[in-house]
């Protein structure tokens, strides 16, 4: 077994995890009918992020680009805001897990050999 696919399936298990709690959360707690700006800010990057997730599975590259430009922007937008970075144990894996993607993505290339002719 590649690097390529142990990098890519751990990928594919976090994101299919940090979506699926994410889900259960919003589920759970609903939306609040009115958000503050720096909320909608954070909100909008979680759901770039978890759609970068998302997309990943089928699109390494551009998924992993998209959840890491997600992920970025919501650390971002709390340091500025709050001015301290988010807690917690689940908020770094929405960081690592486009990393991993875009390794796997890297390390497919790295190791494609393109058939003879």
């Given at each position: 077994?590649?690097?390529?696919v142990v990098?890519?399936?751990t990928a594919r298990v976090l994101s299919a995890g940090l979506v699926f709690v994410f889900c259960i959360f919003a589920l759970g707690?609903?939306?609040p009918a009115r958000l503050k700006l720096n909320e909608a800010l954070l909100f909008a990057c979680l759901a770039l992020c978890l759609g970068g997730l998302l997309t990943?599975?089928?699109l390494e590259t551009i998924g992993g680009i998209l959840a890491l430009l997600g992920a970025v922007g919501f650390y971002a937008t709390e340091l500025l805001t709050r001015h301290r970075l988010p807690g917690g144990w689940i908020l770094p894996l929405l960081l690592i897990?486009?990393?991993?993607f875009l390794l796997a993505a890297w390390f497919q290339?790295?190791?494609y050999h393109p058939p003879l002719k």
């Open positions: 077994m590649s690097v390529a990098l890519r399936w707690e609903g939306l990943a599975w089928r897990t486009p990393l991993l290339r790295l190791c």
